[in-house]
């Protein structure tokens, strides 16, 4: 018998299921289908809601994943075995529905037993709405890595916000970006799981007292303004394996207490109102990407998050380990901080492992400094988090005291090791100091962690020499590079079903966990069978692509056509604009009649823009007009298309993705710190046209020159040519680009709309255009011409798709996930207790 920790009620055993007992066959789950559409929803005769079918379904299946994720909860707790959190403000996990059939293989009895009752699986599976909890890279990365981890049977569980709104909608109205509020749960949520019994009490506001205790001084933070963290479980099951993992999302939720001084004088509104702010914290998603906001709210939301997995973790762990040891608890945990937004964390274990659990100073910090590990994921200075240490101060006194005392340690082994360099102290302090003194948080991530990683080649390498240089020099050991990944599951399996099921026929199956068996298709590419039945897949991609396009932008693609396709957040780094002007440059090739060998292409891009971003928007209304213009010349006809996709998404991905012949990754070398949809791209036999940046690097090193398109500046050679770049020369000195800007100039774009572009121009004309576009036009334009000459002989096209995709073993996020445990968790796999 066991017991219930506060109510005391005896569980009797005979409540408990221990053994699997629900079917996995079509006319069980129709069945259980049927009882909760029935009696768990209240569904009646005047239901007309497709979503009660979806959440019905959902249900019947989250009570199978319920059995495996017991089994596997007490396997982790039977072997006490080692785990990591990965604290992450994002998780972008898009949709479950299909990727939980796959995981379990019943796609096959869950579409017999939908149709049994009268529908169809892939209405249903429309129904369900992305669980967009992530703007982009960062956020996407998160959740394709739980997917490996439960895939490897590794003991690690993600913690992130419940943001009640997700990144937002994006409708394009006159050719700009709108805004909607993403209320992804006003429908709830049926994977999620409330466990009101695991909340915890965060901590904001009030002040430090130092109190004599006898035996030394303690810091007590009292007077505080609390919120409770309640968690919400989200299964994440791994591939047929029987593991289920966890992925705990925080809810902020007013503590039950009123404010009492406000309730008694009769201000009842104004005590609600307190409850409102507390409840803010889960609210929404910032939506900004690669730049930071200085928002204190945001501020709220990361200590939040810190607080309360890291509570979570000393919450088990005192239960496990009676007495309050915590000499194994470095050897047993480890912390993985996505980015420095939950660097914080690292302060918190300190507070806790001191003022909580009355550690001295330099075992707590022996403790921390063994468990935390941080991952940057850019080198843009923009992005780089910096909070006010007023603020600071205000929000969390006690966590702003640890940090002045972990810095004031930190600059004194500087000191020590460097004597008299005071310029190298001002650098590699934890504050900056100046008018307004801030906290620098990849500051605090560095001095706080064991270790430090990039992710990708290149950009580990430049964090070394650049930005992060004092503290390589300092500690050269902690730094390492993790090359991203995605997950194949997801991005091939699911979203390419004629693909796979061609691999499968190939190779057999066993490729979804081990992308290295993929590299004997290459032997294939002589086989000319194989060749058309690659072509045809794909075309059948292209088919379901352009339907996406013509229903969502009302542009109609031939899917013989080059499908030319750029969708990622919408940067200037990113260099959506070299893409526009290259189109301009084939219009205007199409005007003057300049089509001999002419390839019919369709480019499309997609991407959101933060809200608060300027040009970024402006840009997408610059794309917009642009593909109007072109759209509609008759002159122009099937020959070229350009749309810009509304909404870009997991869910978009899935379709975009498999559809796609050339992959455009071309940012400015040294600023995208790896990318991953160029891995999504890759799997699914795209070629990637772009520059050696991030893991572009490690793409063209897998395929070899001759499959990829590389075109553009070096990082080096972008730092040198900074120092005289001459755009107005390159102009002059380029027929084709002249002719381009000529009609940027002549506002050919922009008829009625007079000056709309003209910071966009600007900044390409200018000498300090930090992306240095108009530098890599005439390589960029001549590599597409390489890629639409390729594209002419289908039978080349199609073995430079298939040794791109036999290439892609390195970018499964089973292998970036594989070496995190090999050099930073060091976890153990647990297999399932009852195997499936
Ligand atoms: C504080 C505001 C903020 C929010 C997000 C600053 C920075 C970010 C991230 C760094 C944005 C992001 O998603 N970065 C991307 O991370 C991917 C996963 O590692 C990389 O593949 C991309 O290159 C990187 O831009």
Redesign the pocket.
């Given at each position: 018998m066991a017991k219930d920790e506060k109510s005391q009620i005896l569980l009797p055993k005979s409540l408990l299921i221990t053994e699997r007992e629900l079917g996995m066959d079509a006319s069980s789950i129709a069945a259980d289908m049927r009882r909760h559409f029935n009696h768990t929803l209240g569904c009646d005769k005047h239901s007309i809601s497709a979503h009660h079918v979806y959440e019905a379904l959902v249900i019947a299946l989250r009570d199978r994943l319920m059995e495996r994720w017991k089994s596997t909860h007490y396997s982790y707790q039977d072997k006490q075995c080692k785990r990591t959190q990965y604290l992450s403000l994002e998780f972008l996990m898009g949709r479950s529905l299909g990727n939980t059939l796959l995981n379990l293989d019943i796609q096959g009895e869950v579409e017999k037993a939908v149709s049994a009752l009268g529908l169809q699986l892939e209405d249903v599976m429309k129904e369900e709405r992305d669980a967009g909890l992530g703007?982009?890279?960062?956020g996407r990365?998160a959740a394709c890595f739980v997917d490996s981890c439960a895939t490897m049977q590794l003991p690690v569980m993600g913690h992130c916000i419940r943001y009640d709104y997700g990144i937002f909608k994006q409708r394009i109205e006159q050719g700009e970006q709108v805004e909607q509020p993403d209320h992804w749960l006003a429908c709830g949520n049926p994977w999620e799981l409330e466990r009101t019994e695991f909340q915890q009490r965060i901590r904001f506001r009030g002040r430090v007292e130092r109190v004599d205790e006898g035996q030394g001084f303690q810091m007590r933070w009292v007077d505080t303004d609390d919120v409770l963290a309640v968690p919400y479980d989200i299964p994440i099951p791994g591939y047929r394996n029987g593991t289920v993992n966890t992925l705990r999302v925080w809810k902020a939720v007013a503590v039950e207490e009123f404010d009492l001084t406000q309730f008694n004088a009769g201000n009842y509104a104004e005590a609600v109102a307190g409850r409102m702010h507390a409840e803010n914290i889960s609210k929404v998603l910032y939506p900004?990407?690669?730049?930071?906001?200085g928002k204190e709210l945001r501020l709220r939301q990361q200590y939040f998050l810190s607080s309360a997995a890291l509570q979570d973790v000393m919450r088990r762990w005192l239960r496990d380990n009676k007495g309050g040891d915590f000499s194994r608890f470095a050897d047993k945990n480890c912390f993985q901080l996505n980015?420095t937004h939950p660097a914080v964390a690292i302060a918190e274990l300190m507070r806790l492992l001191m003022d909580e659990h009355g550690m001295e100073w330099d075992v707590a910090w022996e403790i921390t400094t063994h468990c935390m590990a941080y991952t940057n994921?850019?080198l843009l200075p923009e992005?780089l988090?910096r909070w006010p240490v007023r603020i600071f101060g205000e929000l969390m006194p006690r966590i702003l005291d640890i940090i002045f005392e972990i810095n004031a340690r930190f600059l004194s082994e500087i000191a020590s090791h460097w004597p008299g360099d005071t310029e190298r102290q001002a650098r590699m302090s934890i504050i900056e100091e100046g008018g307004e003194p801030q906290v620098r948080m990849a500051h605090l991530a560095i001095v706080g962690s064991f270790s430090v990683n990039g992710?990708a080649a290149l950009h580990t390498k430049l964090l070394k020499e650049g930005l992060f240089k004092d503290f390589y020099e300092l500690w050269p050991r902690k730094f390492n590079n993790k090359t991203?990944g995605v997950t194949p599951r997801r991005f091939l399996a699911l979203s390419n079903p004629g693909l796979s099921e061609l691999i499968t026929e190939t190779l057999g199956t066993g490729w979804e966990t081990d992308l290295t068996k993929l590299k004997d298709l290459r032997s294939k590419s002589e086989d000319g069978a194989f060749l058309r039945r690659w072509r045809e897949v794909k075309r059948h991609n292209k088919e379901r692509l352009a339907a996406m396009v013509e229903q969502d932008c009302g542009v109609k693609c031939d899917p013989d056509a080059l499908f030319d396709v750029q969708v990622k957040r919408i940067h200037e780094y990113k260099r959506q604009l070299l893409n526009a002007l290259h189109v301009i440059h084939l219009y205007d090739r199409l005007k003057r009649g300049d089509t001999a060998d002419w390839t019919p292409r369709c480019v499309l891009i997609g991407g959101k823009a933060a809200p608060g971003y300027w040009l970024a928007k402006r840009i997408i209304k610059f794309i917009n007009n642009v593909a109007e213009v072109i759209n509609k010349d008759p002159a122009v006809g099937d020959l070229l298309k350009v749309a810009f996709l509304p909404n870009y998404r997991v869910s978009a991905m899935e379709i975009i993705g498999p559809g796609t012949d050339l992959s455009s990754q071309i940012s400015t070398a040294g600023k995208?710190?790896?990318?991953?949809g160029n891995m999504k791209f890759m799997m699914n036999g795209a070629v990637t046209i772009g520059t050696l940046d991030?893991a572009n690097v490690e793409i063209l090193e897998e395929v070899g020159e001759e499959n990829f398109f590389l075109f553009g500046l070096t990082e080096a050679e972008v730092t040198t040519t900074r120092k005289n770049y001459d755009p107005e020369r390159i102009i002059r000195e380029d027929e084709d680009l002249s002719r381009v800007m000529q009609l940027l100039d002549s506002a050919h774009f922009n008829q009625f709309e007079p000056g709309f572009f003209d910071a966009i121009i600007g900044s390409m004309r200018n000498p300090g255009d930090p992306w240095m576009t108009l530098a890599d036009f005439r390589g960029f334009v001549d590599a597409q011409q390489r890629a639409a000459q390729a594209f002419r002989d289908q039978d080349r096209w199609t073995k430079m798709s298939i040794v791109n995709t036999a290439c892609c073993a390195h970018f499964s996020s089973d292998r970036t996930i594989a070496d995190y445990n090999r050099d930073i968790w060091k976890l153990t796999p647990v297999a399932s207790e009852t195997p499936c």
């Open positions: 703007n982009g890279g960062l990365l900004n990407d690669a730049s930071e906001s980015d994921h850019t992005a988090e992710v991203n995208e710190a790896s990318g991953t991030g």
